[in-house]
């Protein structure tokens, strides 16, 4: 016969049966040694786990900070740490790499991207993904530098504002060439490679 307790032990604890959130996902591969590209006092770089051209890093901070509107004054220092990495990177690959925050990011701990200009990768699938990386809704590095500097913090953008830079039809990056679809994008990029 069952008793209540052999029951209960049968049955996971509540913690074991919580799964890690998915927008966590960025403190594993910050530990991760196959997703390390490199480390300094202050900030570590990895792969993108799902990149989204040929060349997708991210940069975060060891400290806990969540997102870039927490930043202040104090962190100036940090972000221009972000900077010597982009540049390091920047100039020793054989493309334009270009760095930058999402307006809205969806993974927890400050994360910067630094992304290479093709933008032909598998995992590159919507228009969300798209628009995120080649409209303002990607607020390059240098812009939140300045805006730190000068301001002391950055600004959120308006929900409505963030939302028309995601809505926007699809322009291609590399030209003036408006594509239908996805589908269509992704082929018309293929030809700028061929170059
Ligand atoms: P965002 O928060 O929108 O600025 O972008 C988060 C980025 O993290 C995306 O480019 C994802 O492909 C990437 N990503 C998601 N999960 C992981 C993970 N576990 N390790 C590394 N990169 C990830
Ligand atoms: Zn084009």
Sequence with gaps: MTTKRSAMTSVPST??????HWSLGLLDSM?????IVKKTERVVVIKDKYPKAKIHYLVLP???ISSIYKLDKSHIRLLEEFGSVYKELNESAEVELKAGFHAVPSMQRLHMHIISRDMISPCL?????????????FRPYEDVLQELKKDGLVKKMPPEIHKNFMAAPIKCNQCSYEPKNMPNLKEHLLSHTKK
């Design 62 to 64: 060891h400290e806990d």
């Design 31 to 35: 530990k991760d040694p196959n997703s």
């Design 125 to 137: 699938k919507t228009k969300a993904h798209w628009n995120s990386f080649t409209t303002k809704f």
């Design 15 to 20: 913690a074991a049966k919580k799964a890690r």
